[in-house]
């Protein structure tokens, strides 16, 4: 990439979108284009279209989805399947139809089949059956890639896909239900915290393994990408290293300050008994993470004291 050229992030307030773009303008890039959910519904095939008509990107960075926990995932299925599956192939396909010269597609380590081969390669996609709790997502997201794949294979476009990790840090959500693990939380201790309540009940028996990734440091990876590396396959974006969420719990509530007891509801679901990404692709391209899980919870804190607390 040029650092005159128009670059369209697709999900800019999101958690992901908005890292990305604070690092592309870090690195200089200024051409960035954006639109809200109520300036372009990116489910709308026609309204697609004609913003890709008008504004002519030469770069795209979809990092656009409808995102949510395990129990959003559990009561939405088909959302999550229709919102995804439309907004994806919407903005890939008009990219591809107004010439934009390369895009890069956003997915998810829930791509991964539930009892994949620990740490999961990139080529362990497909091989055996999905987590039934994130199914719809993880459909919708491997139709994703596939397509940005296909196109590669028959019209030669240089599409790109990286699966990240679970994400944290600035701009996450923190819905009290629909909200990711350590969002969750960091909200349920504080507000524990706040309120002096003794005790905070978390899902499942605090088992399962589980990665994170500060959403800066994949940012840095997409840029990376996006300026170093064409390839069908997708390339995994994570730390490596992995943590029980009993052990990520009792993290966070050290971080937040919360001194009261911890029980565990075992009548609700684990999800995916372990999700480490392999991430040695990466690594070999020349990235790395940088930010430690502790440090980045309390980044993550600090942010949601700011626009919570």
């Known amino acids: 990439m040029e650092k005159l050229d128009k670059i369209y992030v697709a999900g800019h307030r999101g958690m992901v979108g908005s890292a990305i773009v604070r690092e592309l303008r870090r690195k200089g890039y200024e051409n960035i ?29 979809l990092a656009a989805a409808k995102v949510g926990g395990i129990g959003a995932n559990s009561r939405g299925l088909a959302d999550f399947m229709y919102e995804n599956m439309m907004l994806e192939m919407n903005v890939i396909n008009a990219a591809w139809q107004s010439g934009v010269k390369k895009l890069e597609f956003l997915g998810s380590s829930c791509i ?29 997201k491997i139709s994703g890639l596939k397509y940005c794949e296909y196109l590669n294979r028959q019209y030669g476009t240089d599409y790109i896909s990286v699966m990240p990790t ?7 959500n923190y819905h009290p239900t629909n909200s990711h693990v350590l969002p969750a939380l960091i909200r349920r201790f504080h507000e524990a915290k706040v309120s002096g309540a003794e005790e905070v009940t978390c899902w499942g028996d605090g088992s399962p393994l589980r990665e994170f990734l500060y959403v800066d440091d994949l940012a840095e990876l997409c840029v990376y990408l996006m300026e170093r590396y064409s390839g069908n396959e997708t390339v995994n974006a994570g730390t490596g290293k992995e943590l029980t969420i009993r052990e990520l719990t009792e993290l ?6 919360y001194e009261g007891r911890i029980a565990w509801d075992t009548s609700m679901p684990n999800g995916t008994p372990r999700k480490l990404l392999d991430v040695g692709k990466a690594q070999r391209l020349g990235w790395t993470y940088h930010t430690e899980l502790e440090d980045g919870i309390r980044l ?9 607390a």
Do not use: I, K, W
């Open 166 to 172: 679970n994400l944290y840090g600035p701009g996450d």
């Open 33 to 61: 284009v954006t639109r809200t959910h109520a300036e372009l519904d990116l489910t709308r095939q026609d309204a697609v279209e004609r913003f890709f008509e008008e504004e002519r990107p030469d770069y795209v960075f």
């Open 300 to 308: 993550a804190y600090a942010d949601f004291l700011s626009r919570f």
């Open 112 to 140: 991964y089949p539930r009892l994949a081969p620990q740490p999961m390669r990139e080529d362990c996609l497909l091989t055996s059956a999905l987590e039934p709790t994130n199914e719809a997502y993880a459909l919708a």
């Open 252 to 257: 966070v509530a050290r971080v937040v300050g």
